[in-house]
């Protein structure tokens, strides 16, 4: 076993005090997503939008990575053979954390995107209408570099490669609701891959697994590192 595929989602940041989405206190039970998780949202109320997401980008910032991120961190270093770490978060806690070529599916909230041109770039601070795009000048054009709802996530093509040609897929913090990220463990199986999933609860797509390891991403994460490790 030489290739690994790990898909990282909110649990995994839950316990660094970055909220879930959809438990029964999760974000999307709080805010009506159409209104600020999509393009429309955007273009019907952007400054409710930008205020959202200057919400979490205050949050992004002041959190602190933790030991799942770490011991995942260690993988990537020490695992013989290739680990892609694919993430539907978009934090920056895995690099805090140490890892490196983290593929942000989802975008992330410390990045820019303009709407006009495409550009893109880091950012920090609030975001908002009157920001100037340092690609194409454009005004009023600037957004976080999000996937939002009906948009294509980022770096598909890749991540289906390496569905299709890994010997282990680990789904981490995910709830198995939101395509496509949920179909990723059906792409692997077919391809031969064992299946794992590392969980605080069962997600919709248990079934699919192989097997399972339930409890705190701080517990359980670290713990299968080891065991990956030790052979």
Not at 127 to 153: N, Q
Not at 203 to 216: C, E, N, Y
Request: glycine share 10%.
């Amino acid at each position: 076993m030489k290739r690994i595929v790990v898909l990282t989602g909110a649990g995994i940041s839950a316990e660094s005090g970055l909220g879930t989405f959809r438990d029964k206190d999760g974000l999307w039970t709080r805010v009506d997503l159409s209104e600020v998780a999509t393009p429309e949202g955007y273009q019907a109320d952007p400054d409710k939008v930008l205020a959202f997401y200057n919400a979490r980008r205050a949050g992004c910032v002041e959190a602190t990575h933790n030991a799942a991120h770490e011991a995942l961190a260690r993988l990537q270093r020490e695992w013989p053979g290739q680990v892609m770490l694919v993430t539907q978060n978009i934090d920056d806690l895995h690099e805090r954390g140490g890892s490196k070529d983290v593929l942000h599916m989802h975008g992330q909230i410390l990045r820019a995107l303009c709407a006009a041109c495409g550009y893109r770039w880091r950012w920090q601070g609030d975001m908002s209408r009157r920001d100037l795009c340092p690609g194409c000048s454009s005004v009023g054009t600037v957004r976080p570099d999000i996937v939002w709802f009906g948009e294509m996530p980022y770096r598909m093509e890749e991540i289906y490669t390496a569905l299709a040609e890994c010997d282990l897929f680990v789904a981490i913090g995910t709830s198995g609701a939101v395509y496509p990220a949920a179909g990723f463990v059906g792409e692997a199986r077919a391809s031969g891959a064992e299946c794992l999933e590392i969980n605080l609860a069962a997600s919709d797509t248990a079934g699919m697994f192989h097997r399972q390891i339930l409890g705190p991403a701080t517990e359980t994460v670290p713990a299968w590192v080891d065991e990956v490790l030790a052979g």
